[in-house]
């Protein structure tokens, strides 16, 4: 199967970015870590992190498209004010996992709404780069559980 990570604004300065929050885990070591993760039960994985909304909703657009079949998605800062990434994912219909490294529901009031949760498959936050780890552990699982 193809997997699709989508990492939103800000998350490119992982490592360095607030680490007390978002630990020192690079991006590049993230993404490496689960496409070797994917890459050994035999699936394909392509990330891509922008800091603009409008690449990420077309990169959502070309999914429909070109055999994506499960989306694992961290929204960053978008996820408690895009509408518009919303829109995409919806317009997508793939099945898809929200992913965060911190537990927005412990910070900020502002961080409680997502416009992502109610349409994700589930939802994995607090547990740092691990949060990763864990939504492809459940993408695989969900995976295997398809083509038997
Ligand atoms: C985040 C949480 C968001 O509230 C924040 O705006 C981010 C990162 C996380 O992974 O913990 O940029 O999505």
Redesign the pocket.
């Known amino acids: 199967a193809k997997l699709l990570v989508i990492h939103?604004?800000?998350?490119n300065l992982l490592g360095e970015r607030e680490p007390g929050?978002?630990g020192r885990t690079s991006l590049a070591a993230i993404d490496r870590a689960l496409k070797g993760d994917a890459e050994s039960h035999g699936h394909m994985l392509e990330s891509l992190q922008s800091n603009a909304e409008h690449v990420l909703v077309d990169r959502l657009h070309a999914a429909r498209g070109d055999g994506t079949d499960f989306i694992i998605i961290?929204?960053?800062?978008l996820?408690?004010t895009s509408v518009v990434l919303r829109d995409a994912i919806a317009a997508v219909g793939l099945p898809f996992i929200e992913?965060?490294?911190?537990?927005?529901h412990a910070?900020e009031a502002f961080?409680r709404q997502s416009y992502f949760s109610d349409l994700a498959m589930g939802v994995i936050?607090g547990f740092g780069a691990d949060?990763y780890r864990f939504a492809m552990e459940a993408a695989l699982t969900w995976l295997d559980k398809r083509a038997a």
């Open positions: 939103g604004p800000n998350l929050i978002y961290n929204p960053a800062g996820t408690h992913v965060h490294l911190s537990n927005p910070r961080r936050c949060s």
